[in-house]
């Protein structure tokens, strides 16, 4: 089967949230292979929770009735901020919150991190281009918040 535009179908939600569930799975099943000692497989893990959180965000924007045709975009702060993404912004930043383990991590810095990650899946596609230092786990846990908010839902 080649893989082309003419192959393009109108997903219905419960296929884009399964795609979600299984990128955040395989997502930590990498991250799985630094518990075990082993070395954390790490560009990868970083682009699948970065695609996690960007199926997440697409899912909550389609089942409010944004057309796929609306959703090119990789940017995860964009989608993050859509006007829709209103009715769970709240609750997706509060759970996120409660799960990174840090004092001082608050709502600012919330918008600080999904600034600094906002093309993560572009960019970590090609980390060799890039001089990259932090990676951090902040990805994996919105998606965590993403995958909660969107069963609770929907």
Request: hydrophobic share 35%; with cysteine.
């Amino acid at each position: 089967m080649n893989i082309t535009d003419d192959n393009k179908i109108i997903p219905q939600p419960h296929e884009i949230l399964y795609h979600a569930e299984e990128f955040r799975k395989a997502a930590k099943r990498l991250k799985g292979e630094e518990e075990l000692n082993q070395k954390l497989i790490t560009i990868p893990y970083c682009v699948y929770s970065a695609f996690t959180v960007e199926i997440y965000l697409k899912y909550l924007l389609y089942v409010n009735e944004v057309s796929m045709e609306k959703l090119k975009s990789h940017n995860l702060y964009n989608l993050f901020c859509h006007d829709i993404m209103s009715k769970y912004r709240e609750q997706i930043i509060q759970k996120t919150l409660l799960k990174i383990d840090f004092p001082d991590f608050n709502k600012e810095e919330f918008y600080k991190q999904l600034k600094k990650f906002k093309n993560a899946f572009n960019i970590l596609r090609y980390a060799y281009e890039y001089s990259i230092v932090s990676y951090g786990n902040f990805l994996e846990l919105l998606a965590d918040s993403l995958s909660e908010v969107c069963k609770e839902n929907y």
